[in-house]
């Protein structure tokens, strides 16, 4: 499989699809891509591939640090504030889960954050 043709071809899909996306699904995009490279920063732990895990978990908490710089503190009330601890504390379980090369501490995060899309997807879904 040529990795660079596939790396083009996302990029050009991905670009496509944030075009004209509302800012709900941006944060489903977002959440996809974050999804994503959770599976290859556990696969990374399991494999003990400290560079690539470090790489992936790097990647991952530096989404989860744009959701999170995203919210609207000021308009968004208790929600926005629970969803942004619910950030930081899906990164601090990262950081762990890379010091202790734990791999539940993903599982852990990828549930979490499977359950939060689970709720945007309903708000995108109200929105029509």
């Not at 699904?25 to 977002?30: A, G, M, W």
């Not at 400290?50 to 308009?75: F, H, P, Q, V, W």
Request: hydrophobic content about 40%; aromatic content about 4%.
């Amino acid at each position: 499989m040529n990795h660079d043709a596939y790396r083009s071809y996302h990029a050009v899909n991905l670009e496509a699809r944030t075009a004209q996306a509302s800012p709900v699904q941006l944060v489903l995009i977002l959440m996809d891509g974050l999804l994503e490279e959770l599976a290859r920063a556990r696969a990374h732990i399991q494999a003990r591939r400290i560079e690539l895990k470090a790489r992936s978990l790097d990647k991952c908490i530096d989404i989860l640090n744009g959701l999170s710089s995203a919210l609207d503190t000021d308009a968004g009330g208790e929600v926005v504030n629970n969803l942004g601890r619910l950030y930081d504390h899906c990164a601090h379980r990262l950081y762990q889960a890379g010091f202790e090369l734990d791999a539940t501490l993903v599982d852990e995060v990828v549930k979490l954050l499977t359950t939060l899309r689970s709720g945007w997807q309903g708000v995108e879904a109200q929105r029509g």
